[in-house]
């Protein structure tokens, strides 16, 4: 069973960037993906990026297109999740999340590895 724990959470300014990182105890199947996502007070979860661990496919949601990146460094079977013009909007608690497949980004409940969370402030 793996294990996840984020951390790089913290308060930034409007333009502002984060590295988030997850780090996975275990071991990561080739086939498996691993996402980060998000939730706001009393919004939903939210798909944010998602890489596979085989390399290849990497997926985003359009809002953050161009200013997040998802990278994986399997030496150290982390994955990272580089923010850059932060904006208020993005304010939320990061969960990493892994599941065997296809990275749904949609589809929150497909994952049954979560890590406990790290929280990104944006303040204008």
């Known amino acids: 069973q793996v294990q996840l724990v984020e951390s790089g959470g913290g308060s930034v300014q409007v333009g502002g960037s984060l590295r988030l990182s997850c780090a996975a105890s275990?071991?990561?199947?080739?086939?498996?993906?691993v996402a980060w996502f998000r939730q706001a007070p009393g919004k939903e979860r939210e798909g944010v990026a998602g890489i596979y661990v085989g390399g290849g496919r990497i997926d985003y949601r359009d809002s953050v297109k161009g200013r997040f990146a998802i990278s994986l460094d399997k030496a150290k079977n982390t994955v990272y999740l580089q923010m850059n013009s932060l904006r208020p909007e993005d304010t939320a608690m990061y969960y990493c999340?892994?599941?065997?497949?296809?990275?749904?980004?949609?589809?929150?409940?497909?994952?049954?590895?979560w890590g406990q969370g790290t929280q990104v402030t944006v303040s204008s």
């Open positions: 275990g071991y990561m199947a080739t086939g498996n993906c």
């Open positions: 999340a892994a599941r065997g497949g296809s990275c749904y980004l949609s589809s929150r409940e497909r994952f049954p590895t």
